[in-house]
């Protein structure tokens, strides 16, 4: 290690790469197992937003097996300590790697946010306009991430001189450093506007409905755990300068890193929380652990020739997925919901019988 001193020699950010990951991705995984057991087993009612949770999760399995093979390789320490114990190679190999592993970063925040539009267009069915707004607003971020890691890979001509630093010094040319700096943070800033919009939206929906102050406020906090994974995404904006130091990014850009993790963690146990009412309800012994599946359609074609055209698509939405919403927080000792109609006057026009309930 000649002319590096010992204490710079020792400086590494491996460790807490790799404590930070696993746990994080540990309490991700227990979480979207648990979620699509509920899903698939239980409610046998897969829907788009699982699926896309599931492809999250293997994105986000990779970044995190990735990056740990990277830290065992070196990173995380100084460029110049990867440099005296393995030489040109070994530095090479680290950097190639690390830019793969940073698209992969890139798709494992980016991904589950289309889980999310997915959820919330299935639980609160919003109107044509808005299912569409959600999913321009998530897709959008999902194509500026994909620009992103095209920039990214384009910076240098040829490409390969983003890892063999030595085809500098034989004319290879690079853009300046700002040029992927600034649009990372210009990602970053409308992944996080994104995220705050995807958890303001349901808790203006839900503060709408019919429904006690206790339910509201406890489905606006599972819905609204989002605005937890804009607060990772503006940490993880202001990492992003750490890019500038291309002499030492092996360990400059190990932050970044992290609370790249973070945030894609953060994103999909927000979006798995709303989904997991049923195992509440089981931990708390008031469903079964057999797996089964509640039908109402046979309440639904009873209700079609009184509610009309119009409320049987709401109604029948609200069947399909009550499980999700109406079972998790505050089912009454009786076990039937509250009525879904406004008024008692609207409830005695819209059914003889006066009132419609979900019931357990």
């Known amino acids: 290690m000649a002319g590096l001193s010992p204490d710079y020699a020792s400086q590494t950010k491996g460790p807490r790469i790799i404590g930070v990951f696993w746990a994080f991705f540990s309490v991700s995984l227990v979480m979207v197992s648990a979620r699509l057991y509920i899903r698939a087993r239980m409610l046998k009612n897969m829907g788009l937003d699982d699926y896309i949770i599931a492809t999250a999760m293997v994105l986000l399995g990779s970044y995190t097996v990735v990056t740990t093979e990277l830290v ?18 070994l530095l090479e190999q680290v950097l190639l790697i690390n830019y793969i ?23 609160l069915n919003p109107g044509a306009f808005h299912q ?22 384009t910076m240098c001509d040829p490409p390969q001189a983003l890892w063999k630093t030595q085809l500098l010094a034989e004319g290879a ?18 992944s996080a506007f994104v995220d705050l919009y995807l958890s303001i939206y349901p808790i203006a929906v839900l503060m709408s409905l019919q429904m006690t102050l206790k339910k509201k406020l406890a489905l606006c906090a599972v819905l609204g755990l989002g605005a937890i994974a804009c607060a990772m995404a503006i940490v993880k904006c202001n ?28 994103i999909i146990m927000a979006s798995c929380i709303p989904t997991l009412g049923p195992l509440y309800e089981m931990l708390r012994g008031k469903r079964s652990w057999s797996s089964h599946q509640r039908s109402y359609r046979s309440n639904g074609a009873k ?13 029948n939405h609200l069947f399909k997925d009550d499980d999700l919403m109406n079972t998790t927080i505050g089912a009454t000792k009786q ?26």
């Open 335 to 360: 076990g039937s919901q509250e009525s879904i109609l406004n008024s008692e006057e609207a409830r005695n026009k819209a059914h003889p019988m006066g009132s419609i309930h979900t019931t357990d």
């Open 303 to 315: 209700l079609n020739s009184s509610l009309g055209r119009p409320v049987k698509k709401r109604i």
């Open 101 to 123: 592993n940073f698209a992969l970063g890139i798709m494992s925040f980016t991904t589950p946010k289309l889980a999310i539009a997915a959820l919330l267009n299935r639980v």
């Open 72 to 89: 065992v390789l070196g990173y995380g320490k100084h460029t110049a300590m990867i440099m005296e114990e393995g030489g040109a190679n």
């Open 239 to 266: 990492q992003l300068p750490g890019l500038y130091d291309t002499a030492d990014s092996t360990y400059a850009t190990a932050d970044l890193v992290i609370w790249t993790s973070i945030e894609s963690n953060i």
């Open 173 to 190: 040319t690079c853009r300046p450093q700002r040029v992927l700096v600034n649009y990372a943070i210009f990602t970053g800033a409308m």
């Open 132 to 153: 569409v707004f959600l999913w321009v607003l998530t897709a959008a971020v999902f194509v500026t991430s994909s620009i992103c890691i095209i920039v990214l890979f």
